[in-house]
């Protein structure tokens, strides 16, 4: 019952308050913007359980760089015409069965670890000792050697996700002018200073 | 409750007081940088700049100061005000929040974390959200226009920064900011890292919206950019936090790569000067190259300033990142091996 706790409560019931308001204005740029909230008091959270490092990744990548993609596609969008409040009861069920998923998920998980969260018999391996290392440090040494056929095959997926993307939307058009900029810097040699009389013109 | 009370209410009274320790100077620091900026560029075009206000116009900047606070704040009618009004609070707040972590000299720092780099990086990738809302609020063409070409600017030259950051961090072993200077008593990053010291300063130039790369707010095209519709005290929150930033990117190339607090070289007249006279100097110097690019450089067009970032820099910075990695491999000097 100290500091600890109330921000706890803070965080989690900003979290909480601004899921629920993602949800529910009718404006898409203010979702965003409350979803953006929320992901910062959720960096808060992980501050809270003393894992800075995750913390301050959840900020850079999602907060810093998804979130701002993700404004900038709602912002161009013109929304006050596709916006219909009257069918958004028809998600309802489908919500519930997601929230009943999670639900699930999260109690076969406490009771396999029997409300002792230092059990961790249900992660795939075993962990190292981390004692005397810093959040950083014992990310990074299982994450690069017990886990490295994880780490490397989302990065792979990520690559191929990046690439489909690209040659999805890539198209040629023609009577494009671009600029070259290697051409431009080697044309020293064909540039001539003239000096032109006066009233005679000049040939080029 | 009441221990409780007593437990907390001296360390937060303590907290604040550091706050203030911060921003005061800070405040100080953004009135005395207005003013070198406008005196550096005058210079270079052989005006006088600001000389009426005050001895050798140094009032200047408190006046336009007091003239934008009793100015009327002008609500656009099609605006959402709400995110109007948070959009200059939020820059000036982010901008301030970095410097939370920021040694001036040795344990002299509000909050030495452990992750202080990534915790400047996340808190300046933020900085994006005052300007994206400030141009989608104001409803407005220019506005918009300049929000959106700030957003892509500013995400671009983020990922270049990333790089050099790991670099840097490649050869100290840690992410503490007194750590990474404390790693350059030997030698200032800035020899060994040559190039990345230039990408990192000339994407610290886009990453604040300095000219050559000022194009969300450029007057030719955008009016005023971001910043047209605001008036007042929003728009004095707006200047105030943009010139926090610049500070903070001057502190950080002077941290990363100018060995924050140490003096040039460790004999006897040099290190009994006061480690943040140094680092006042080292940031002031930093500000000098700001100003003057400001002062040289034309205006950057919008697609070579996204080349610039993207197939120059970006390639660039990566490949640092490989040879550093590399070079400090084989030849066993990387910390912790």
């Known amino acids: 019952m100290t500091a600890q706790l109330l921000t706890f409560y803070l965080f989690s019931g900003v979290i909480l308050i601004s899921s629920l308001m993602v949800i529910s204005t009718k404006n898409p740029v203010h979702s965003v913007l409350f979803l953006i909230l929320s992901f910062l008091n959720a960096a808060g959270l992980f501050v809270i359980l003393h894992a800075e490092f995750l913390a301050m990744i959840l900020i850079i990548v999602y907060v810093g760089a998804v979130a701002v993609l993700f404004l900038f596609v709602v912002m161009m969008l013109d929304f006050k015409t596709s916006i219909n409040k009257d069918n958004i009861l028809q998600y309802i069920p489908i919500g519930i069965l997601i929230g009943v998923v999670f639900i699930a998920e999260l109690i076969i998980v406490l009771i396999n670890t029997k409300f002792d969260l230092s059990n961790i018999q249900v992660l795939p391996n075993p962990l190292s000792d981390f004692t005397g290392k810093s959040n950083t440090e014992a990310i990074g040494s299982v994450l690069y050697t017990d886990y490295i056929l994880y780490f490397q095959l989302s990065g792979v997926i990520l690559l191929v996700a990046m690439i489909g993307s690209i040659v999805l939307t890539l198209r040629e058009r023609e009577g494009v002018k671009r600029q070259v900029v290697s051409e431009q810097l080697q044309r020293q040699g064909k540039i001539d200073l003239v000096d032109v009389k006066s009233g005679k013109g000049v040939d080029i | ?337």
């Open chain 2, 1 to 337: 409750m009441i221990s409780l009370a007593q437990t907390y209410f001296i360390e937060v009274m303590t907290i604040i007081l550091y706050c203030l320790l911060i921003f005061v100077p800070l405040l100080l620091g953004v009135v005395m940088a207005l003013y070198a900026d406008r005196k550096i560029w005058a210079a270079v075009q052989k005006r006088r700049g600001p000389n009426v206000v005050g001895p050798y116009g140094l009032f200047q900047v408190p006046a336009d100061g007091l003239k934008f606070i009793f100015k009327e704040i002008i609500l656009p009618d099609g605006s959402d005000k709400t995110v109007f009004l948070i959009a200059p609070i939020i820059t000036l707040a982010l901008s301030i929040t970095a410097w939370a972590v920021v040694p001036v000299q040795a344990g002299v720092v509000l909050a030495n974390i452990n992750v202080g780099i990534l915790y400047i990086f996340a808190i300046s990738s933020l900085g994006v959200y005052g300007i994206l809302m400030a141009g989608w609020s104001s409803n407005s063409k220019y506005p918009f226009f300049g929000a959106l070409r700030s957003a892509a600017q500013m995400v671009s030259y983020e990922v270049s920064i990333g790089f050099v950051i790991i670099t840097v961090l490649l050869c100290v072993g840690s992410l503490n900011l007194t750590e990474i200077v404390m790693a350059q008593k030997t030698m200032w990053f800035f020899i060994p890292l040559f190039p990345m010291f230039i990408v990192f300063f000339i994407s610290a130039l886009a990453e604040t919206n300095r000219p050559p790369f000022d194009l969300p707010e450029a007057e030719s095209e955008l009016v005023a950019g971001y910043q047209t519709e605001y008036s007042g005290m929003p728009f004095v929150l707006f200047l105030f936090g943009e010139y926090i930033n610049i500070l903070l990117m001057c502190a950080m190339t002077t941290i990363l790569f100018l060995g924050g607090w140490l003096p040039p070289i460790d004999i006897y007249p040099l290190n009994a000067v006061p480690g943040f006279v140094w680092f006042l100097l080292k940031v002031i110097f930093v500000f000098y190259l700001f100003a003057m690019v400001k002062a040289f450089v034309p205006r950057y067009r919008y697609d070579q300033l996204m080349r610039l970032g993207w197939k120059v820099f970006l390639p660039l910075s990566l490949f640092a990142v490989v040879a550093t990695s590399s070079i400090l491999f084989f030849f066993n000097l990387a910390p912790g091996m």
